[in-house]
């Protein structure tokens, strides 16, 4: 079976670009999440989805958006790139069914995005 | 709210010798608590998770971690060091929702 894959692998933008970011889950998974791990420090929650609708939504500057379609797929998209945005972008599926918490989550390989 | 402290940023053991890897967590509510390692230029790989059903979590690759409600510690640890667990390993909280929280990252060395 195939894991978590994301499109992808590699990027190089420029500042003030938009970017569109790809996580197909594992079958079955209706939960999605992305983080930003930038170097040297551990993974930042940006957004879950589940079934389409927004979970949560981390401490993220609104030109970041992300949205899950009917094949549980999701897109994230950055608008307006700032040098900070560097990072690796790492995709997360679940299978969303408890909505308590605790659920083991199942990493892509990311994208590594590189704004110069 | 939630965090996790991850003490030491490196950590460097010899091949065989035991390793251990230290997580503090905060948190207002009963926690679930995770290990997870990344290896060079991939994604996180579940090792263990604690969801209060036992202390003491088996994970994979011979890892355990041992949850200590009193220290608010879940201390990650294996026997005896293989080359091949050289990597980053990070601790993460979860709470009631599905976000997790994750520490700084502890980069293992394993000298031969």
């Known amino acids: 079976d195939a894991g978590v894959t994301q499109s992808p692998t590699h990027l190089i933008k420029t500042r003030g670009q938009h970017v569109t970011l790809r996580c197909s889950p594992i079958s079955g998974h209706k939960s999605v999440s992305w983080y930003q791990q930038v170097l040297g420090q551990g993974p930042q929650f940006i957004f879950q989805?589940?079934?389409?609708?927004?979970?949560g939504r981390g401490n993220f500057p609104d030109r970041f958006s992300a949205r899950q379609f009917p094949n549980y797929s999701s897109e994230l998209n950055v608008n307006a790139l700032l040098l900070g945005d560097s990072a690796l972008y790492l995709c997360?599926?679940?299978?969303?069914?408890?909505?308590?918490?605790?659920?083991?989550?199942?990493f892509g390989s990311g994208t590594q995005l590189s704004v110069l | 709210a939630q965090s996790v402290t991850q003490l030491g940023s490196h950590v460097s053991v010899s091949e065989g010798a035991l390793v251990l890897l230290r997580c503090n967590y905060s948190?207002?509510?009963?926690?679930?608590l995770f290990w997870y390692v990344q290896y060079p230029n991939q994604g996180l790989q579940l090792l263990l998770k604690y969801t209060s059903a036992a202390t003491l979590v088996k994970g994979i690759n011979g890892f355990e971690a041992e949850f200590k409600k009193s220290e608010t510690s879940f201390h990650l640890t294996k026997p005896s060091a293989h080359m091949s667990d050289a990597a980053e390993y990070f601790c993460a909280v979860s709470g009631n929702t599905g976000k997790l929280i994750f520490g700084q990252g502890t980069t293992l060395q394993v000298k031969p």
């Open positions: 948190s207002s509510v009963p926690p679930y």
């Open positions: 989805y589940y079934e389409k609708e927004e979970r």
């Open positions: 997360a599926s679940s299978s969303g069914a408890s909505r308590v918490g605790g659920e083991k989550l199942f």
